[in-house]
């Protein structure tokens, strides 16, 4: 027995070490595939993430080159479809109308970037060019460096629908988008198209390397740029044109899986080192101690010891990972948990071990287990799952699985919960407002479109509300953009709450809404609408323990009674609402067909008033000023004139409305200070010119260098120059008016108070503002005869002014009666048709001689 026992011992320890690595290379083989697993995914994670950058970028790249097109597409049309461009560029070729008036001329180039304008008569010859806002005699083809012929017939097989067409071409090596559209009188009713084929407007916009960049920008690309010979063919290029003829764009995709890639990998691979020594490490020493040890108790402990150690470090690495591990078995109930799982769920592990996986996560397609019972699945292929936390609320988690050899299925779940809300606010801003959550413009295109493809009647019509906000520009000034933002989300929950459900609130711009109505039939619903809505837009708004007051006007146009496309109901809701602005504001207006007529008269009154502005079709007159008391002439009010070549004597009030909309007033009133200083000047030094000021100056005239410019230019004494202003000026911005009129004190000016006794806070201006004179209203004299209260009103004004130390001047003097009253009151001056109609120039300058011989008196 003693002979055969070493023999035995020696077996056994073979057989020992043999299982033990066995043990250890099945768990070896076991990590390794976790790790390979890992990698896989996080490879995988991240080619998907670059993919979805690269796609994203290029839908972004299609979106900014559609966009670019639509923007030339509007803005030829608005240019190519009117009357005078028709009458101007076709009938016959206006180049002082197009370029010297800038209708069609220089701000095409210094404000939309149009390198070329140019204009094809109807025998293909080019009759205008604009090239970088120079005129210039050149014709578009050779300018172009090659044959415009389709694009020309494109243009005028669109002149019947009013459709303009765009075309990419090369221009020395450079991308450019060509828009072209035939020039038609559009809904002008006064021009009449003739026989001829249309001529044809094109605008050129070259896509430079700055302007891809700004492109680029704008929509979220990164380094928009020409792709060079090398880079056509590879990912990230865009071609323009039919088979990128024109070129292709290339840009820098950001890559966010290379970086996930950069932090995850090393991590992985610090992992499978440390189990790989740590794998080493038992290796080695269960070995040693398999071949130290006989197989005893003690020995087989420290294997299980090191087993368990083993599997410690096994489920500390799953643990590891932000996942949580599971395992079902055939009847689809969970085995196993990992402990991950109620750190990301909050649920217990015990509760669930032993329930249906079904009874837990939820799809969208049906149950899990059909899911996984699906022949042939993928194991690379996720699903989307839902579940309910302890807190109740809905989680998202994206689950793997494979299928295990003795039937059920093990995988890993990620939370995605963040992500998919991150994705679904994406959505939702794409096509709302962020400040308001109303749709925005994106919304409301979609919206009207589908909506007009269900063709609306006349008797179920589609309604369009455009509305404006009234009086909240001075939110913001006074009050601050903070304050602007609430008063208007404040409105549009006012809006919101005003229409059904079914119709669509959007907001389209700053103060800004369009609302569309789809189940009213009869007008007087919608006049009861937008009583409702003015009435509840007017109810004060508190910010800030302080009471807002805005208005609303509003436009409405109905499809299909109006119009039957999108584009022209916004357009006509628009002039609808224009027409309730100038009807006082506060109202609602009807599209009706002769108001696209008035629009069309006031954009060629504009037009005509920028014109006599530059070539001086305007005229000042001059109305004397008299002291009462002794009949002295002290000076004269300087007032314009429009005596246009056409329409004769145009009266202020419809050409100063006008320049103060469009922006011409700053040069309407730069034109007349100017003038009237000039000539001031030469008049005796004991007589003073008065200008009236526009309140638009006082925010963005530059008022006081202006006037210091043109003091010099003049060389007339400032104290002999009189400015009126009026109490709106103060009620807009009162510390800002302030400010500016005490720099135009220092200058030596003087400052009066015009239309006195019509507004609500005259006497404390007053008493806060450094006027020299106030005028007191004509509205008092004209009813002086009416009633005694006037004539203690002009009295009390009068007395106010002396006690104030200022000038006080009457207007409107028409009768003797009327001066002999204001003598009574010791009125200072007076100006009115009794005393002396307004003067030109000439006849002004002969009373001025005859004054010089007579003393300058009036007999009064």
């Known amino acids: 027995m003693d002979n055969h026992q070493p023999i035995a011992c020696t077996v056994s320890n073979l057989s020992g070490v043999a299982l033990a690595r066995t043990f250890l290379f099945k768990f070896v083989s076991l990590l390794a595939a976790v790790f390979f697993l890992a990698s896989y995914s996080l490879v995988y994670l991240a080619h998907d993430l670059d993919r979805a950058e690269e796609v994203e970028s290029a839908f972004y790249t299609n979106k900014a080159m559609q966009s670019l097109e639509k923007s030339l597409r509007s803005t030829v049309k608005d240019y190519a479809f009117w009357g005078d461009a028709y009458k101007h560029l076709h009938v016959e070729m206006d180049a002082d109308w197009a370029y010297v008036r800038q209708n069609v001329g220089t701000e095409l180039y210094t404000d939309f970037g149009f390198s070329g304008v140019f204009v094809v008569n109807d025998v293909n010859s080019t009759v205008y060019s604009v090239v970088k806002g120079e005129l210039k005699p050149v014709e578009v083809e050779e300018w172009l460096g090659q044959s415009i012929t389709a694009i020309l017939v494109k243009a005028r097989e669109g002149a019947a629908t009013e459709t303009p067409t765009t075309s990419f071409i090369v221009i020395g090596g450079v991308p450019a988008l060509v828009a072209a559209a035939a020039i038609m009188p559009g809904t002008d009713p006064t021009v009449m198209s003739d026989d001829r084929s249309p001529s044809v407007l094109m605008f050129v916009d070259i896509l430079d390397s700055a302007k891809l960049e700004m492109i680029g920008r704008d929509y979220g690309v990164n380094g928009l740029r020409v792709a060079t010979s090398d880079e056509i063919g590879k990912a990230s290029v865009f071609p323009l044109g039919e088979n990128g003829t024109a070129g292709s764009l290339h840009w820098s995709p950001s890559r966010p899986g290379l970086r996930l890639l950069g932090l995850g990998l090393p991590l992985i691979g610090v992992a499978a080192l440390l189990v790989c020594l740590m794998t080493w490490a038992i290796l080695r020493r269960t070995n040693a101690g398999a071949k130290a040890l006989d197989a005893s108790y003690k020995s087989l402990q420290s294997s299980q010891a090191a087993l368990s150690t083993s599997e410690a470090r096994f489920r500390d690495v799953v643990e590891a990972s932000s996942d949580w591990v599971w395992e079902i078995d055939a009847d689809w ?53 839902y579940y309910v936390d302890t807190k109740g609320q809905e989680r998202i988690t994206r689950l793997s699985a494979r299928e295990m050899a003795g039937g059920g299925c093990r995988g890993t779940a990620t939370d995605v919960t963040e992500e998919v809300e991150a994705r679904r606010r994406i ?72 229409v059904r459900h079914g119709d669509l609130v959007a907001r389209v711009g700053g103060d800004e809404f369009v609302l569309i109505l789809t189940d009213v039939s009869a007008q007087e619903e919608v006049e009861a609408l937008c009583r409702r809505l003015i009435e509840s837009i007017e109810r004060p708004i508190v910010i800030d323990e302080q009471e807002v007051f805005v208005g609303a006007s509003i436009g409405i146009a109905m499809a299909p009674n109006d119009a039957r496309e999108a584009t022209e109901l ?8 224009y027409e309730a602005k100038t009807g006082g504001r506060n109202t609602w207006r009807f599209y009706a067909g002769d108001m696209n ?19 001086g079709e305007l005229r000042l007159h001059f109305q004397p000023r008299y002291r009462i008391a002794d009949g002295q002439m002290v000076g004269a009010e300087a007032l314009v004139r429009w005596q246009h070549p056409e329409r004769g004597l145009i009266p202020p009030d419809t050409f100063i409305p006008i320049a103060e909309e469009s922006g011409l007033i700053l040069s309407l009133s730069n034109w007349v200070i100017d003038t009237a200083c000039r000539y001031a000047a030469r008049w005796p030094e004991s007589l003073f010119v008065s200008v009236n000021l526009s309140p638009s100056e006082f925010k963005r005239g530059n008022l006081v260098e202006r006037l210091q410019k043109i003091l010099f230019d003049s060389g007339i004494d400032p104290t002999r120059v009189e400015l009126e202003i009026t109490e709106g000026v103060m009620l807009e911005d009162a510390e800002g008016a302030l400010k500016v009129m005490r720099t135009l004190k220092r200058l030596g000016v003087r400052i009066s108070m015009d239309d006195f006794g019509t507004g609500y806070s005259s006497l404390s201006y007053l008493r806060t503002f450094p006027f020299d004179g106030l005028k007191i209203d004509r509205s008092f004299l004209n009813k002086l005869v009416e009633s005694d209260d006037n004539m203690s009103i002009i009295q009390a004004i009068v007395g106010l002014g002396r006690a104030l130390s200022l000038t006080v001047t009457a207007e409107g003097i028409e009768t003797a009666e009327h001066l002999q009253l204001l003598k009574a009151v010791s009125c200072d001056e007076g100006q009115g048709y009794f005393l002396s109609r307004p003067l030109s120039m000439d006849a002004f300058s002969a009373l001025v001689e005859v004054g010089e011989t007579t003393g300058n008196k009036r007999n009064v």
């Open 427 to 498: 959505e939702f801003l794409s096509q709302h407002d962020a400040l308001t959550g109303l749709p925005n413009r994106t919304r409301l295109q979609e919206f009207l479109d589908g909506k007009l493809k269900a063709l609306p009647t006349v008797k179920q019509p589609l309604v369009m509300l455009s509305l404006d906000l009234d009086r909240f520009k001075p939110v913001n000034d006074l009050l601050g953009h903070a304050a602007g933002d609430r008063v208007l989300n404040e409105v549009s929950s006012r809006l919101a709450d005003c």
């Open 333 to 385: 109930r969970f085995t196993y948990l990992s402990e991950r799982f109620e750190d990301v769920t909050g649920l217990s592990r015990d509760a669930w071990i032993g329930a249906a996986m079904d009874d837990l996560l939820s799809t969208e397609l049906g149950t899990l287990s059909q899911w996984l019972s699906i022949p042939n699945r993928r194991p690379d292929i996720s699903v989307q799952c």
């Open 570 to 577: 916004l357009r006509y809701a628009d002039i609808a609402l």
């Open 597 to 615: 007529a008035k629009i069309i008269e006031r954009r060629r009154l504009e037009s005509d008033l920028r014109f006599a502005i530059k070539h």
